[in-house]
């Protein structure tokens, strides 16, 4: 849209869309409407991108006042008429002509509508307000500061306008006359959650002359072109034409680009000249067929004896300023009926389709000067023209051309009662017969209307006619829900999920596998104008409307789960803001995030249990809020099982940044690291290595009952004992490997209080050994005929030097395990095991108890550590206790082991005592010394 400042009538043009075959005239689609009540006029009108229209009432009182009241009429694209009455604090003088109305409506939102009106209550308090109305109810939704109101020449100045963006992505701006040559704007964001505006970017710019003209249009990537233009004299800029000789003046013409953040850029100069005695008016606009904007200048050369030559000049240029082309524009000399109504009012409008929509006054007609349009096609050239109804002279009347319309809309008054709508196409000169209603993009995966596949990784492309490249806006996933889209992923420019093909022809975006979760459902995919721009020129491209790439998913069933808990956590911020709560405030809090929680994945929001505070995660620093979630079955399997919810949801926050969990003022206060975790239910969780456990103590089990079948005086109890030990120093170790840095704290401490008894246990276990094998004669006898198994022992009492009593344990009769052990050696072995039950056992007891309290999820490894480790130390202790009971009565003990009356020999009685493996140990040791 095209704004100026001299006319402001103009900048409400309701800039009709047109269809007509060549030099002819055009007959409409009409709708008519009867009031209730008599006596209500149509103020404005206004189309969106659905077909609907709103259409302003007023309801004069008198010949300068309307009755303060809003009344607005939305028509359907299918003909139906809402009443709606805007609920609002406006004040009277508002609604009183002087000689304009300051009640004016703007829209680019389907469901809203702005109001900009005036309050003060004296000359100096004059503000611009703007109310955000549902244009469904008529409520207020916000009301929001602009600006002060200015004081020229001691009058209030209602100079204030607004032009929204045609993309609901961004906000509007806002500009008005601070002076007769000074102009500010603001740019206001788009409404916050709450639908406050908030001003993002301001300046101001002076004028040449006062009021002199200016023109303000819609650019693609969220910015606004502002394009202004000035008059020199040997390179200084003047303030009064009227002062200086036209014949030495140069008229320049500038743009800047007014952009969504604290910057702009430019002004760019586009055109520069000196002809003399020239008048020149100048209009801008995005075109929309190609990459760029255009500027048509309206130029009047003013010639001797009041001769005067119009004709008209298009500057076509980029976002950098750079000029691309500029030509004479338009045969419209060609028809001298049209061709002598060109003057400074004359609007030029870029359709969407191609070609040019030129509105202008019919002069023929003095005493009702009506407003004509004309069509022109890409070329400038004459293609049609429509005549407008007789007393269409009010621009209000028009619906403003929306964004990527193929209709206009006219609204006429015909009698106290009755208003009719006409409305028909306009020429296409360009056709996007692809289907995506789009210039640039070519082809799409998946095609529009075709299946995809259900919760999968699914790769989305999206195939350009020339090559691009990735810019910073959004490309959004919607699933279809009548009137209420839900978001389930938007990814931004910057993301790691979009990427380049290799021709740089085609854009690639990963979904993921919550996205296209609900089976045989409608989705559809929205891009935002600048998700891309083009490769050669960085022009920033228009993007794909909703609605129009639209498929379905597979009518996929799930299986059968059953209902589950699931845990997850509180940021630190969202820890602060729940523990500042009141208990009542907390309740509150948990029962709107089960809400958002359930729109956001989606899911009936009975299948969620209420949440509940589950514990307070002390592994953290700061502390932070763990909540728990019960999730409900379903026997429909065509809605998600508890499975699939859990795993949606784990998705979802992990990956906020690009689902709707950042949306929502609960949900964006859950930790991403965290995730959404199922509670363990240690039975089903973990049934396998349960049963692995219960099959290794089966097997374990019988060994013991075989060995002590073969050798009941055997100490066969080593089986279960060296097993324990090894496992236990497997557990050890693969605890500090893969859940050791879960808690930081506890991370050091546990290689410390492993690696340590290792080294110490492994020197101790070395002296041991070496010791038996110099000073006892019998024990090298049996280290020569079992030198790797005495190795093997020696590695393996690292773990727990009480292994090497396993070598005298005679388990199942083996002579492998007969080894004459010093009662000295067995008593170091005693003293280090005791001295490793303070070093090694007692603290990874200890660190797995911490662990526990520090820890929400337990996965295996911590609870068979844990379980191991209390065995070990459980056994640790006992025997201990019952080894210092021994060894007391041992000290009273008279009788000898062996029968006194035995007669033993030299030779071979000692060495059938020495080999064999039914004698006890203490009963050898005894006999040696005997002898």
Known sequence: ??????????????????????????????????????????????????????????????????????????LRQYGAVDNIQVRHSIPDFNFCLKPSPHIMIFGNMMENTLILYENSTDINSASFY??????????????????????????????????????????????????????????????????????????????????????????????????????????????????????????????TFIKPSDTVDGPYLLYQTAIPNLQIVFQCDSIYMTVGYFCILNMKEVQPKGKFEKYLIKITFQHTGSVVDTENFSNLELYPELYKDLSENTIFESLYHGGFLVLFKNLENNLNKSIQAIILDNNGIYNSILNLPENLITPNRFALPGFRDSSFVIAQQENEYTWNVYWDDYPKFVYYDDGYDTPYIKSTYPLINSIVSLSTNNIINITYKSPIMISTNNISIYQYNNENPILR?????????????????????NVLESTFNQPNTKYYIVIDDNVVQDWETNQPLLGLESNIWVFNTTNNQDIYAEGAIGLFSLTTEGTKYYESLSPYGQNIFLSQLRNDLAESIPVNIDRLDSIEYYKRDETQNPPKIILKLPIKPTQNLNERNVDRIIKDLDILIKEQDITPISWFNTTKLLDANFGFQRERNFISDYKFHLIGIVIGIIILGLLYFYAKRRHPKGENIEIFRISLIIMDFVMDLLFVLNNGRNVPQLFIPSIIFCAVPLVINSIVSMIIMLQEITRNESFY??????????????????????????????????????????????????????????????????????????????DIIPILTLLTNSMILTTSVLSKVYHLIAHSRAKRRVSMVLPIDQKLTFGSDIEKIENSLAVPQAAKMYYRRSV
Request: proline share 5%.
């Open 1 to 74: 849209m095209n704004w100026s400042g001299t006319n402001s009538y103009v900048y409400f043009v309701a800039i009709f869309m047109l269809f007509i075959n060549p030099f002819g005239v055009k007959s409409y689609k009409t709708f008519s409407h009867n009031e209730t009540d008599p006596g209500y006029r149509i103020h404005q009108i206004l189309t969106y991108r659905d077909g609907s229209s709103l259409i302003y009432l007023t309801k004069p009182i008198n010949e300068t006042c309307n009755e303060p009241r809003i009344d607005l009429r939305v």
């Open 130 to 255: 703007v109310l955000l109305v549902n244009a469904r109810t008529g409520n207020v939704i916000s009301n929001t500061f602009l600006s002060p109101v200015s004081v020229i020449n001691g009058i209030l100045s209602s100079s204030g306008n607004i032009l929204p963006h045609f993309n609901e992505e961004h906000g509007f701006l806002f500009w008005s006359y601070l002076t007769e040559t000074s102009v500010q704007w603001i740019y206001f964001s788009k409404p916050d959650p709450n639908g406050n505006f908030k001003p993002i970017n301001n300046n101001k710019f002076e004028l040449s002359n006062p009021l002199d003209r200016f023109n303000i249009f819609v650019a693609v990537d969220g910015t606004f072109g502002l394009v202004t233009s000035t008059y020199t004299n040997t390179s200084n800029q003047v303030s009064q034409v009227d002062l200086i000789d036209p014949t030495e003046l140069t008229f320049e013409l500038y743009v």
């Open 489 to 509: 992923q938007s990814v931004p420019g910057s993301s790691l999920f979009l990427s380049n093909s290799a021709d740089n022809q085609t854009l690639i975006l």
């Open 781 to 858: 006898k049996w280290f020569k005929l079992n030198t790797n198994i005495a190795a093997l022992f020696t590695i393996l009492a690292s773990t727990d030097l009480e292994v090497l009593k396993t070598l005298s344990s005679q388990v199942a009769g083996i002579k492998l395990f007969n080894a004459p052990i010093s009662e000295k050696s067995q008593s170091n072995i005693f003293w280090g095991s005791l001295i490793g039950f303070f070093i090694e056992d007692i603290p990874q007891f200890i660190i797995q108890i911490f662990y526990v309290k520090y820890t929400v999820t337990y």
